[in-house]
Structures are given as structure tokens and as C-alpha cells.
């Protein structure tokens, strides 16, 4: 693992020496405008403030799965509202869904991802992607996972041309415990975009955001989002009791090594039902070419329990207890945009919290 990662930082720095770094603003994070979860959760490659993960952590990192115990289902949806008069769209959408399935080998998570964003301060163009992930827990505290992901943008001939990405990610995780005042401390590092990124599109860099015209490009953004991304994150609970928990989460990636994203993250846990949660991010090369994005998010998650019917379909699959998650959240981006999202994510079954019994000798 440690040869790989070695590699893989050694391939970083060739390619940060032959790409040059110049997304559309919002070209870096354009897969974390689907959900809930992922606009609140900080980008954490640990798993956020407060450990939880759904199929859609897999763009964070691709080991946090690892544990997962239960078949999860994913649904949700983003509005994208701009009130930018130079905008002819005011409406734009953003949707997801995703399936993750323990197994004895692995934990494998399937995403479906859809983004229609033409608009002036965040023109990412409109795409499909679909993402296949795989996670395995290493030790009781490490984790590994790998994933791939495909997408194809279209847009306007004249702003956004169309273009095709094959990328692939590698992530680990790993969860030290208890430190001083620190509760379930843990640690994250993954890289992604690892392939081919868009480089043919017409959308306009955040070099050329302070000097647009009209809505067209006065430079043409060069490719994204930043190849072979390195992100490195730490997470713990800092005050935990039987019916509250608070914890926190900072994350600092390197797009291309040309570029640094500060991400922090605060989620708050009244007893097993409602979770609120807030994060906060600094794009260097964003806030310094004037697409400023530095307004925290803020979303709220409701958890609740149900029964199937005796003899019901579930009950017969041994779910017979569930439990789901519905949950909002929004976000001010670029002053002109504003992400609203909702979603829902179930668990079937019960999680496994009891340690194996072991029997020698046929006594108990």
C-alpha cells in the first residue's frame, strides 16, 4: 500500500507539471451537488464529525464503506436556483441514486448521478455519471477501497460543447480511537481523478471570472475537475454522551497540486434521531479570482425505525425492522446560487451491534 500511494503521489506531480489548473467555478465539487449528505458532510475523507456513511460517500473516499453491515438505498435531489439576471435558465437540477451491498469479501456501492447547471457563476454544463465502488476493511481500524467513475457533459454548442471523463480513486481509512478529549478519532486520505477529465468543453475557468462578458469566456477553462486530487482529512467526536454528540472535521485537498480547498465540517446528534450539520469551504484559487463560495451550508437528518408486515416481502428477506434517514439541506454558493436538497436513505435490517459468542468444547 505504502509503494502505491508513493507511486501514485510521483504520477501527481508529473501531471500537475503538464496540466495547467483552471475549472469552471464549481468544476471541482460538481459531483457533491446531489445530496444532502454530500453538501453538508465537508467533503470528509474520514467519514465526517460524526461517523456515518451512505453510497454517496464513495466521491469522498471509496474506503468508508468498508464497515457498512446492511443493504443501503439512496435517493435524493438538489434545486439549483440562480438569481443572476444575466442567467436565461433559472432552474437548474441535480440528482442521485445509489445502492451499497455488504458482502463477505467487500462492500460494493453502485452511484447514479445526474447535474444540469448552465448558468453564469457556476457552469459546469449538464452530465451524467455513474460510479462503481469497492471497500474493504483491512484490520478492525483500516480500511482500503478503490472506485471508477464515468461521466459524459453537454451543454449549449456555443458556452459549454460536450466531453467525456474516465477517472478512477483509491482511498484509505483509518479509525485510531480514542485520544485525550478526543472520541473516535479517526483519519482519511484518498486520490481521485485519476484518468481523463473533461479537457474539450467551452465553459470558462475561474481565471476568467472577474472579466466575462455577456456570459462568454474570455479564457476557456483547461481540464477538470483537478486531476490526480490528493485529500487528507481528520475527524473526532469532542463532547458524546447517551443522548448528544458533538464532533467535527477538517479536510485539506490538493487539486492537481496547484490548488488548496480547506474543508471543515460540525454536526451535532440529539439522541438516535435528528442530526444537524454544517460545513465550510476555502478554494484558494476560487476566492482569489473572484468566484467566491465561503457561505456554510446547513442541513438537518431525521432518522425513524418502521416494521414490515409479518409475511411481507421484507419480513421474509429478514428485514422485518428498518430504519430511514429523510433528510434537507442548503447552500448559498457563489452569491447567486442557491443549492436546496432533499433525500432519503434506508438501511434494511437491524446493525449487528453484538460481538460473536464462541463455544469451546460444546460449553457455554
Known amino acids: 500500500m505504502k509503494k502505491l500511494f508513493a507511486a501514485l503521489f510521483a504520477l501527481s506531480v508529473l501531471c500537475a507539471n503538464v496540466f495547467a489548473y483552471d475549472p469552471p467555478a464549481g468544476g471541482q465539487n460538481v459531483l457533491r451537488l446531489t445530496s444532502p449528505e454530500l453538501i453538508t458532510s465537508a467533503n470528509s475523507s474520514a467519514g465526517g464529525g460524526i461517523f456515518g456513511v451512505t453510497p454517496d460517500s464513495i466521491i469522498n473516499n471509496p474506503a468508508l464503506t468498508a464497515w457498512e ?6 435517493a435524493a435531489g438538489t434545486l439549483l436556483l440562480s438569481t443572476n439576471s444575466d442567467d436565461n435558465r433559472k432552474l437548474g437540477f441535480a440528482v442521485e441514486g445509489g445502492l451499497l451491498i455488504p458482502s463477505r469479501w467487500c462492500v460494493m456501492s453502485t452511484l447514479f448521478q445526474g447535474i444540469w447547471s448552465e448558468y453564469v457563476d457556476m457552469p459546469v454544463g449538464n ?10 476493511d483491512v484490520t478492525d481500524q483500516v480500511s ?16 459549454v460543447g460536450s466531453d467525456w471523463t474516465a477517472s478512477g480513486a483509491v482511498g484509505a481509512f483509518y479509525n485510531f480511537g480514542d485520544l485525550f478529549f478526543m472520541r473516535n478519532l479517526r483519519f482519511g486520505a484518498a486520490m481521485s481523478n485519476i484518468g481523463k477529465m473533461y479537457s474539450k468543453t467551452k465553459v470558462f475557468g475561474i481565471k476568467s471570472v472577474k472579466d466575462y462578458n455577456d456570459g462568454k469566456p474570455v479564457k476557456e477553462s483547461e481540464s477538470w475537475p483537478g486531476l490526480c486530487t490528493v485529500r487528507t482529512g481528520v475527524a473526532a467526536s469532542f463532547v458524546k454522551t447517551s443522548d448528544f454528540e458533538l464532533g467535527a472535521s477538517i479536510d485539506f485537498a490538493y487539486p ?26 476555502f478554494d484558494v484559487m476560487e476566492f482569489t479570482n473572484g468566484a467566491k463560495n465561503i457561505m456554510p451550508s446547513i442541513g438537518a437528518s431525521f432518522k425513524f425505525r418502521f416494521k414490515s408486515k409479518e409475511g411481507s416481502y421484507l419480513a421474509r428477506k429478514g428485514w422485518a425492522e ?5 433528510s434537507t439541506a442548503y447552500k448559498l454558493m457563489y452569491k447567486n446560487i442557491h443549492a436546496m436538497s432533499a433525500g432519503a436513505v434506508m438501511n434494511l435490517g437491524l446493525e449487528d451491534t453484538k460481538a460473536p459468542e464462541v463455544i469451546l468444547w460444546g460449553e457455554e
Open 127 to 136: 452530465s451524467v455519471n455513474a460510479s462503481l465502488a469497492f471497500s474493504k
Open 256 to 281: 492537481s497540486f496547484q490548488n488548496v480547498v480547506v474543508d471543515t465540517g460540525l454536526q451535532i446528534q440529539i439522541k438516535d434521531f435528528l442530526k444537524i450539520s454544517s460545513s465550510w469551504e
Open 144 to 159: 482500503v477501497g478503490i472506485s471508477g467513475n464515468f461521466g459524459f457533459v453537454y451543454g449549449d454548442s456555443d458556452s
Open 322 to 326: 428498518s430504519d430511514m434517514t429523510v
Open 69 to 74: 453491515q446492511r443493504i443501503t438505498l439512496d
